[in-house]
C-alpha cells in the first residue's frame, strides 16, 4: 500500500501539466482583453467586463453538475461501482460550486450596477441559488463517516435525487413568477449585439474556465484517491498493530 | 421477497407492520402530540409577535402554515430515525429479507398521518388567531392540498430522514438536504392555500393549478424513495 501511495502522491502528469500551462495562457489574454482591450458597452458601461467572468463561471458550474450526475449515474449502473466514477462525480460537484459561487457574487454585483438590486426573484436566478445550496448538502453527504462504499452509494443517489429535484424547483418558481408578476427582469438574451473583440473574449473565458475546470477536476479527483489510499493505509497498519498485540499475548 | 426463514412476506404486511409500529411508538411517547404540535402553535403565535399586523397576518396566513409544518417535519422526521437506529432497529429491519420499499411506505404514510393531524390543528389555529376565511369551495381545495402536499412531504422526509439516519451532525444536515428539496412544495401548497383561503383576492380556481404541481413532486418523490431507500440505509 505504501508503494502505491509514494507511486502516486504527485497528481500533476504532463497532460495536466500541459492543461495548466495553457489555462494560464488563456486566462491572462481575458485578463488583459476583458479589462484593456475591449470597449465600454453603450448601456450598462463598465459594468460588462463583469459578464467576462460571471458567464463561464455559469456555464462551467452547469457543467460541472451535468458531470456529477453522469459520473453518479455510471457508477450506480456500473456493476463494478468503479470508485473512480465516485472521485469524478465528487471533484466536479466541488468545483461546480466554486463556480457556481462565483456566478452568484459576479451575477448580483452586475445585478446591482444594471438593475440597480443585488438580487431579483428571476425564476433562472432562484433555480441556480437552490442548485447551488443543493450541492452544498451533496458534499455535506459526501462528509458523512462510513466506508468509501457507503459514501459512493449515498452521494450518487442524493445526485440523481438533485436530477429530480431541480427541474421541479424551476417549474415550481417559473409557474410562481408567472402568476403573481411579469418579468422585471431585462432580457440579456434580447437584441444583443456584441463587438466581435468582446464575442471573442467571452469566448475565451469560456475555453480559458473549461481548462482551469478540467484541471482543478483532475487533480482533485487525484488528491481524494490518495485520500482514500492514506485512510485504508492506516486501517490496514491498525490491523497489523492489534494482530501483534494478539500473537505478543 | 423471502425473510430470514425463507417464508415470502406480502408486501401490504410490511407496510401496515411499520405504518402499525411508528404510530404505536407515537402513541405511546405522544412526542407529537405534547412536543411538536406545541413548537408548532408556539411557531405560529411568534410570527403573529413578528409581524404584528391583523392584514400582514390575514395575507400571509397560508405561506405561515406552511413553513410551521416544514419546521416540524424536520423534528419528526429524526425523531422518528432517532428511535429506529437507537437500538439497531433499522438494521434488523435491513438484514429480516424484507421488500425495503415496503418500509418506505409504511413509514412515510405513518410520517403523512402525523403531518395531516399536526395541519389540521394549524389551519384551524390560522382561522381562530389570523382571522382567515374559509369557504365550502375552499375547504374542498384545502383538503385536496392538505392530502397533495403531506404525501409529497412524507415521502422526501422518509427517504432524507433514511439518508441521514445515524449519521453524525443529522440534525443540522437533514434541514440543508430538505430544505431545498421541499422549495416546490412550499411555493405550490402556499398558493392554493391562499387561494382556499381567498388570501390577497386570490380566487378559488386559481389554486387547483397548484394541486397538479404537489401530485406531480409526490409520484416523483414516492416512485424516486422506493427505489432508493433501499440502498441508502444499506450499509
Redesign the interface.
Known amino acids: 500500500m505504501s508503494q502505491v501511495l509514494q507511486r502516486t502522491s504527485a497528481t500533476g502528469t504532463r497532460a495536466t501539466r500541459v492543461i495548466g500551462a495553457t489555462s494560464i495562457l488563456v486566462m491572462a489574454w481575458v485578463v488583459v482583453s476583458g479589462l484593456l482591450l475591449t470597449p465600454q458597452d453603450v448601456v450598462q458601461g463598465e459594468s460588462v467586463r463583469i459578464m467576462y467572468v460571471h458567464v463561464p463561471s455559469a456555464w462551467i458550474a452547469y457543467l460541472a453538475f451535468i458531470f456529477t450526475a453522469v459520473a453518479s449515474a455510471s457508477w450506480l449502473i456500473s456493476k463494478k461501482h468503479s470508485m473512480g466514477f465516485d472521485r469524478f462525480a465528487g471533484a466536479s460537484a466541488e468545483v461546480g460550486v466554486m463556480f457556481m459561487a462565483i456566478t452568484l457574487v459576479t451575477g448580483s454585483l452586475w445585478g446591482r450596477l444594471t438593475w440597480g438590486e443585488f438580487w431579483q426573484w428571476d425564476p433562472r436566478l432562484t433555480t441556480t441559488a437552490?442548485l447551488f445550496?443543493?450541492y452544498?448538502?451533496y458534499l455535506?453527504?459526501r462528509r458523512?463517516?462510513?466506508s468509501v462504499e457507503?459514501r459512493a452509494?449515498?452521494s450518487a443517489?442524493?445526485a440523481?435525487?438533485a436530477v429530480?429535484?431541480i427541474p421541479?424547483?424551476h417549474?415550481?418558481?417559473v409557474?410562481?413568477r408567472s402568476?403573481h408578476q411579469g418579468a422585471t427582469v431585462l432580457n440579456p438574451n434580447g437584441d444583443v449585439k456584441m463587438d466581435d473583440l468582446m464575442l471573442f473574449t467571452l469566448f475565451s473565458g469560456v475555453v480559458g474556465f473549461t481548462l482551469v475546470f478540467i484541471w482543478l477536476v483532475l487533480h482533485r479527483q487525484r488528491t481524494m484517491l490518495l485520500v482514500d489510499l492514506a485512510n485504508n493505509q492506516g486501517l490496514d497498519s491498525a490491523i497489523v498493530a492489534r494482530r501483534a498485540e494478539g500473537s505478543a499475548n | 421477497m423471502k425473510n430470514i426463514s425463507g417464508t415470502k412476506v406480502a408486501k401490504g404486511k410490511v407496510v401496515s407492520a411499520v405504518l402499525l409500529k411508528d404510530l404505536r411508538i407515537e402513541l405511546r411517547s405522544r412526542v407529537v402530540t405534547n412536543q411538536v404540535l406545541p413548537f408548532a402553535g408556539l411557531v405560529m403565535v411568534m410570527f403573529a409577535f413578528a409581524l404584528d399586523n391583523d392584514d400582514v397576518l390575514e395575507r400571509v396566513a397560508a405561506g405561515l402554515i406552511w413553513l410551521a409544518t416544514l419546521f416540524s417535519l424536520f423534528m419528526i422526521v429524526q425523531r422518528s430515525f432517532a428511535i429506529d437506529t437507537a437500538d439497531g432497529a433499522l438494521d434488523s429491519l435491513r438484514v429480516a429479507g424484507i421488500d425495503l420499499a415496503a418500509v418506505f411506505f409504511g413509514k412515510a404514510i405513518a410520517l403523512a398521518l402525523k403531518l395531516i393531524a399536526l395541519e389540521v390543528v394549524l389551519i384551524c389555529g390560522a382561522v381562530l388567531l389570523y382571522r382567515v376565511d374559509l369557504s365550502a369551495n375552499g375547504l374542498v381545495l384545502l383538503v385536496t392540498c392538505v392530502l397533495c402536499a403531506t404525501s409529497g412531504l412524507a415521502f422526501v422526509g422518509t427517504l432524507y430522514g433514511g439518508l441521514t439516519a445515524g449519521a453524525k451532525g443529522r440534525e443540522t444536515l437533514l434541514p440543508l438536504l430538505l430544505l431545498p428539496v421541499v422549495a416546490p412544495v412550499l411555493i405550490a401548497a402556499t398558493r392554493a392555500t391562499e387561494a382556499a383561503f381567498g388570501s390577497g383576492g386570490a380566487q378559488t380556481s386559481e389554486g387547483w393549478a397548484w394541486i397538479g404541481l404537489l401530485t406531480v413532486f409526490a409520484a416523483v418523490f414516492g416512485v424516486g424513495g422506493s427505489l432508493a431507500f433501499g440502498s441508502l440505509i444499506d450499509e
Open positions: 437552490f445550496v443543493t452544498i448538502g455535506a453527504v458523512l463517516e462510513g457507503q452509494r449515498r443517489v442524493v440523481m435525487l429530480l429535484e421541479l424547483v417549474f415550481s418558481v409557474l410562481w402568476l
